[in-house]
């Protein structure tokens, strides 16, 4: 069965939420979620495993209204 992926990121002072966007080889978004402050990971559903690889995922940490504060770099995707 695939495995959960879980992302980690240090969270930025100023936002209210981060938003882990994934997406693959040609930049299309093939999930994100949106987490609360204080959360600082995130669980994906086991459908993104399989994508390690081939995939890209970064941390957008938002204020409270939606603003982007900062955008971490492009990570490869991979697979614990």
Do not use: C, K, N
């Not at 990121?9 to 204080?38: C, K």
């Not at 994906?44 to 504060?69: F, K, M």
Request: aromatic fraction near 8%; glycine fraction near 6%.
């Amino acid at each position: 069965p695939p495995t959960a992926l879980t992302f980690r990121w240090t969270e930025h002072p100023h936002a209210a939420f981060t938003r882990i966007e994934i997406v693959d080889g040609r930049d299309q978004l093939l999930s994100e979620a949106i987490v609360p402050r204080g959360a600082a990971s995130y669980t994906a559903p086991p459908l993104i495993g399989p994508l390690a690889g081939a995939a890209r995922w970064r941390a957008v940490a938002l204020t409270e209204s939606g603003r982007v504060v900062q955008r971490s770099v492009w990570r490869t995707l991979v697979a614990p």
